[in-house]
Nanobody, 121 residues
Framework: QVQLVESGGGLVQPGGSLRLSCAAS????????MGWYRQAPGKERELVAA???????NYVDSVKGRFSISRDNTKNTVYLQMDSLKPEDTAVYYC???????????????WGQGTQVTVSS
């Protein structure tokens, strides 16, 4: 069974930094795309950043220049380095994996449980 487990959320002051991690576990041979989404209270879930197995990245405009996504394919882990955090970055952050290759099938739309990020003074 494939699971995604996020870690690294917490409370930080404006201008501070946090690093999120998401590790995929199970009998996985490779993962095409891994990404981070976030959902603030009363708002829809939005894509924050995504990265392909080849390292191609994509960011929502509001985080460009402040957030950086990376991954370690040997560990099936994706990271989100968040710098210069703003109160509007406050949300639950979710990890997502698409194109998860296992011994028996390819999985899509795998989600983690979410981790809270709060930016406040």
């Amino acid at each position: 069974q494939v699971q995604l487990v996020e870690s690294g959320g917490g409370l930080v002051q404006p201008g501070g930094s946090l690093r999120l991690s998401c590790a995929a576990s199970g009998s996985i041979s490779s993962i095409n795309t891994m990404g981070w989404y976030r959902q603030a209270p009363g708002k829809e879930r939005e894509l924050v950043a995504a990265i392909t197995s080849g390292g191609i990245t994509n960011y929502v405009d509001s985080v460009k220049g402040r957030f950086s996504i990376s991954r370690d394919n040997t560990k099936n882990t994706v990271y989100l380095q968040m710098d210069s955090l703003k109160p509007e970055d406050t949300a639950v952050y979710y990890c997502k994996a698409d194109g998860v290759y296992t011994a028996w099938r390819i999985l899509h739309g795998m989600w983690g449980q979410g981790t809270q990020v709060t930016v406040s003074s």
